[in-house]
T-cell receptor
Framework: EAEVAQSPRYKITEKSQAVAFWCDPISGHATLYWYRQILGQGPELLVQFQDESVVDDSQLPKDRFSAERLKGVDSTLKIQPAELGDSAMYLC????????????FGPGTRLLVL | KQEVTQIPAALSVPEGENLVLNCSFTDSAIYNLQWFRQDPGKGLTSLLLIQSSQREQTSGRLNASLDKSSGRSTLYIAASQPGDSATYLCAQKGTGTALIFGKGTTLSVSS
């Protein structure tokens, strides 16, 4: 069964360093989502792509976060510089175009900022 | 602002019990509501999706209901098993494309 792939699974970094997370969605899924899940909270959408275009980044802290999906397939989420409050699980999900109610989630990247 | 609230935050039950998890939402223009399962340190797995025109959905021992007028959804788990131990999240989809999640209910089923 096709799955959303994410790497790394775990990342420990120091404050002020740069970190990057990678996501490979299910083949054929035009829509890709990055969520942030703070411990004990539900996931919150950071950015949504339709193919290579950003369609919603209203909750993305743009002073330090950036996201790209250059060829409309895999995607990278970057944080620079990382802050203590960025410690969280970063989840990637994908869906077919026009089917946002059916999102498939990857295993996530757990980030710890020291 | 759209909000989703889940009660209780945590629940412990002995194996075999039937249980109900609650979810309330503020957006009356709800498009659909989903229940997800999340195992510790893992991603989310969709359990049930209820469209706004539906009242309930069933999958095996799970039954989810939706009452738009009261802004509530419930997830009923019959004959709970230790393998059901996980965090259960509900999420609503309103007029936008983003899913709005609750904080989840962490369920522990003891054998």
């Amino acid at each position: 069964e096709a799955e959303v792939a994410q790497s790394p699974r775990y990342k420990i970094t120091e404050k002020s360093q740069a970190v990057a997370f990678w996501c490979d969605p299910i083949s054929g899924h035009a829509t890709l989502y990055w969520y942030r899940q703070i411990l004990g909270q539900g996931p919150e959408l950071l950015v949504q792509f339709q193919d290579e275009s950003v369609v919603d980044d209203s909750q993305l802290p743009k002073d330090r976060f950036s996201a790209e999906r250059l060829k409309g397939v895999d995607s990278t989420l970057k944080i620079q510089p990382a802050e203590l409050g960025d410690s969280a699980m970063y989840l990637c999900a994908s869906s077919l175009w026009g089917r946002p109610e059916t999102q498939y989630f990857g295993p996530g990247t757990r980030l710890l900022v020291l | 602002k759209q909000e989703v609230t889940q009660i209780p935050a945590a629940l412990s039950v002995p194996e075999g019990e039937n249980l109900v998890l609650n979810c309330s939402f503020t957006d009356s223009a709800i498009y659909n509501l989903q229940w997800f399962r999340q195992d510790p340190g893992k991603g989310l797995t969709s359990l049930l999706l209820i469209q706004s025109s539906q009242r309930e959905q069933t999958s095996g021992r799970l039954n989810a209901s939706l009452d738009k007028s009261s802004g509530r959804s419930t997830l009923y788990i019959a004959a709970s098993q230790p393998g059901d131990s996980a965090t259960y999240l509900c999420a609503q989809k309103g007029t936008g494309t983003a899913l709005i999640f609750g904080k989840g209910t962490t369920l522990s089923v003891s054998s």
